[in-house]
């Protein structure tokens, strides 16, 4: 089993949906829980940051950490083409690197 | 710079000859680490430089794969007698005091595409 698992997708959505993207991890030890987004030919950029469990919002977007279930979810509100892309989960102890996930392709149709 | 900065950007090369990637993080960032990413995998885990620490090698796929960090800034990812499987977009990035008493975000650099035919 990897230690982040995510469903590559692809997902299409129509515009203005809302948008639910989901990883497990199942390395108790990891306390930061990230989401960034990669643009197709670019390298990937932090959309958002959590330590430990618990909700996190900016602007349309919401991350979970469910810590119990090593649940980790990204939520997009009122989704719109400029959102098309990869979107990729990571986690993480104090120590060492990043894991990340497969990514999600994310396809948004006006 | 404003960045993290990769070259070249793409790189095409013969089976069997060295290539070197460079990388070049955001100043004052002193972890640097080098990620593969093929198509359908995701992104793997190459090798992590903290500080003055060790690096840490885990990810090297095999012996041809070396990295060294001059001056704790500059770091260069060479592979030795590429083959075919190591086509990928190399991707580097960097972070704040990365590995201590927290992992903070990275910041990734747009990568170099590298194809071995």
């Known amino acids: 089993q990897k230690e982040v698992e995510q469903d590559p997708g692809p997902l299409s959505v129509p515009e203005g949906a809302i948008v639910s993207l989901n990883c497990t991890y199942s390395?108790?030890?990891?306390?930061?829980f990230m989401w960034y987004r990669q643009y197709s030919r670019k390298g990937p950029e932090l959309l958002m940051y959590?330590?430990?469990?618990g909700n996190k919002e900016d602007g349309r977007f919401t991350a979970q950490v469910d810590k119990s279930s090593k649940y980790i979810s990204l939520f997009i509100r009122d989704s719109q083409p400029s959102d098309s892309a990869t979107y990729l989960c990571?986690?993480?102890?104090?120590?060492?690197?990043?894991?990340f996930g497969k990514g999600t392709k994310l396809s948004v149709k006006p | 710079g404003a960045g993290v900065s990769q070259s070249p950007s793409n790189k095409v090369t013969e089976k069997g000859k060295d290539v070197e990637l460079r990388c070049d993080p955001i100043?004052?960032?002193?972890?640097l680490y080098w990620y593969r990413q093929s198509l359908g995998q995701g992104l793997e885990f190459l090798i992590y430089?903290?500080?003055?620490?060790?690096?840490?090698k885990s990810g090297l796929p095999s012996d041809r794969f070396s990295a060294e960090r001059t001056g704790g800034s500059v770091s260069t990812l060479t592979i030795q007698r590429t083959q075919q499987e190591d086509s990928a977009v190399y991707l580097c990035?960097?972070?704040?005091?990365?590995?201590?008493?927290?992992?903070?975000?990275?910041?990734f650099g747009s990568g170099t595409r590298l194809t071995v035919v």
């Open positions: 959590t330590y430990s469990s």
């Open positions: 390395n108790s030890a990891f306390q930061y």
């Open positions: 990035a960097s972070s704040y005091a990365g590995g201590t008493k927290r992992l903070y975000g990275y910041t």
């Open positions: 430089f903290q500080g003055n620490s060790a690096p840490d």
């Open positions: 100043s004052g960032h002193t972890a």
């Open positions: 990571a986690s993480g102890g104090s120590q060492g690197n990043l894991i």
